[in-house]
């Protein structure tokens, strides 16, 4: 433990660890381990969904609309179909929406501050709005909910998903909580899989108020670094019916990180009711979505054993790099007590605590080496967090050999500004 | 003049037509000339699209972004470049979105109602937001001010644009008129091209309101019916800048009646501080839109050029389609005295206005005759003609041979609702 140090050792150990940091910086890199972005190798995978509409004969989709034309609010059948694979739900419950399910979370909170859900007060006119946040969390989630003025509330994670006693709670006294973020998978960043017994606490909630949702974030649903050994979570659309509550979620999920981020489909799953309540704004938005980048991605996916058959291209790619990330911080910093980190099934990230305050001070001088990381701050609302200890590992962009040395260089950072704290107390 | 006849002759030609109405009737069609959507021989026009990207070297647009993953707000450069040749504006006044130019003018009236515009009082504060809406016009701003709550108030149209003496009026005396709709060129329904003067004044315009804007959907630009002969106008953003008014315009655009509708890219194009405004919103709605729908659009259409060598190849199909509804019209109520159309140039419909009274009947009496016609009504907001006479005629889906056997019902129908509503006199 670095802390069993004496003051000499601890001396001796910051002034050699801060030459190497000296020499680092003056090598001038240039590293990027900031975002949830996949490999170019990564999106190589996918360039026959280009080709899967050549020769080009048909553009009719299952239920007979042209592709190519007007019309098809909710989006083609069998890019309903496919979604519902995607997330284990039925077509029926699916709305197919472009290639951002970060869009479709912002549209459906923007829908119920201007139109209400389900005839309740539309948002805009309460005095107070709140949603909860399991932190850390993903930082484009509070950025939609800020961009709202809504105000957020921080829920700590378990081992298990949010602490459910301090969700049960809040959301049944507080009828100004309308809401909750959720990445129930492989959630981002700390990884963690909700239980099934919180999934079941998720769907039995019994909110003060009856616009509350569940922004269900499905984001990493087929998402395992071993698709031989999948971590599965409970289906929340039919734990919520089982509870009689049906309405209570609205689930999200895209094809974003299996073909191309930003070009491919997204959906919103939830109950009838709220498929009816949805698409009677929506009328009003759009007449209809890209059916031809539906029909791409159903032909080519074809189903939940193609998607599953490509995610195992996916993890191949991945899984040797979350290893170096979990390999190098063992190596580095196993015992040391200056950090600890998650060990992710799946997902795109690894999430590191350091010892409290050193969060903001360890990106800082990441980045005056040359190496971006995500903000310090960014898995918590407001970018505040608390502890100033979290910080987000994204392995995915990087190559192999250049997240091995950003690894390396962000142990060295972390060993010594952990030392300089441990002097300075 | 059907009004000249005598009651007996007027009775008689009623009989007669009412016995070939209902043979039509027993005839059982399914024919629908109600929207604006292009042909199946207009969609097989671009069917190129898909294979300019094969084969697969290069994803990598102008600007260096790698389409194929996350990021680039705006839009990448190419695809600017390609939308302000269809806007004849600069890229730098760009913003590039998805498939629906709908949906951004939706996304802006949202915006304006929950964010205001460059840091004025949101809309959905204000007791009364009004807009004004040129009649008869598109049925579906009028959905999305009306869904969001906005009062609509009628301006009428001339030969030259919306009436600008109760435009300027309006504008400069209402604080609560926030904005106005206008289709500048071919405009939805009537065709109308904006004079110059119409142009300058809509410019000049001095708003009661700083946050007022002017939402001019150019969805025609380059819908010519004959390329050779376009009509032009003038540029709005430069005539507002001229005029020092660079901020009173939002201009959107897209390449729904030009590639596939719906599957295409769309813009707004607007002052260097409307962007940055619009932007500042945008990026916490979406990390960036569908950038390979904008790599195929530019590296197919080229540029303006590609442009309008492409609508060239509409013009051929939709023209012979314009001139039957023409021909016929004016073959079958010539001369009649009981109705008047449009006589486009470009766009894709045909305005006719019947006796006062007598819309909502005809547009029923097609539908019994198995003609699908745009609801009767739907050309004004909250559907309601106040003289009951507009209908809207879309020629472009129908076959030539389904189109003449529809206007031919229709001026049928109108014959014979005008004699009948001679007769009660």
Not at 65 to 73: A, H, I, K, M, V
Not at 241 to 253: L, Q, S, T
Not at 348 to 368: D, H, I
Request: proline share 5%.
């Amino acid at each position: 433990m670095l802390k069993d140090l004496s003051k000499e050792e601890l001396k001796e150990l910051e002034s050699s660890l801060r030459r190497e940091y000296e020499a680092l910086k003056a090598e001038g890199l240039k590293l990027d381990i900031s975002r949830g972005k996949p490999s170019k190798e990564q999106l190589d995978l996918s360039m026959d969904l280009f080709t899967v509409l050549t020769p080009l004969s048909d553009m009719i989709s299952e239920d007979g609309f042209d592709t190519r034309n007007y019309g098809c609010l909710t989006g083609i059948l069998e890019a309903k179909k496919l979604l519902a694979d995607l997330l284990d739900t039925k077509p029926e419950n699916v709305i197919v929406f472009g290639g951002s399910s970060l869009n479709v979370m912002y549209d459906t909170v923007s829908k119920a501050m201007i139109h209400g859900i389900m005839g309740s007060t539309p948002w805009c006119r309460l005095p107070v709005v709140k949603f909860l946040c399991p932190v850390p969390g993903y930082d484009r989630h509070f950025s939609v909910t800020e961009s709202f003025g809504i105000e957020m509330v921080n829920v700590p994670m378990t081992d298990d998903g949010p602490d459910m006693d301090l969700v049960e709670k809040l959301v049944s006294e507080d009828g100004s909580v309308k809401g909750i973020w959720c990445v129930p998978k492989y959630s981002n960043p700390g990884g963690t899989v909700y239980s099934d017994e919180t999934v079941r606490r998720f769907a039995a909630l019994k909110p003060a108020a009856k616009d509350f949702r569940i922004f269900w974030d499905n984001a990493y649903n087929v998402h395992h670094l071993d698709v031989d050994r999948p971590r599965e979570i409970l289906n929340i659309l039919e734990e919520a019916e089982k509870a009689g509550n049906p309405d209570i979620v609205y689930e999200f999920g895209s094809f974003s990180k299996i073909t191309f981020p930003g070009s491919s489909i997204s959906a919103m799953a939830a109950s009838e009711a709220n498929v009816a309540d949805v698409t009677s704004v929506m009328k009003n938005q759009i007449i209809g979505h890209n059916k031809i980048a539906m029909l791409m991605h159903a032909r080519y996916l074809k189903d939940k054993a193609g998607i599953l058959n490509h995610m195992r291209k996916h993890a191949a790619i991945l899984k040797p790099k979350f290893d170096i990330v979990e390999e190098t911080l063992t190596e580095e910093l196993g015992g040391l007590g200056i950090g600890t980190w998650s060990h992710p099934e799946g997902g795109y990230f690894v999430s590191f605590n350091t010892l409290p305050g050193l969060a903001k001070k360890v990106v800082g001088m990441m980045k005056e080496a040359g190496v971006t990381m995500t903000g310090a701050g960014a898995t918590y609302p407001y970018k505040k967090d608390p502890e100033d200890s979290n910080i987000r590992i994204a392995p995915s962009y990087a190559t192999v050999e250049e997240l091995k040395k950003a690894i390396r260089i962000f142990a060295l950072v972390v060993k010594l500004s952990s030392a300089e704290a441990l002097l300075d107390r």
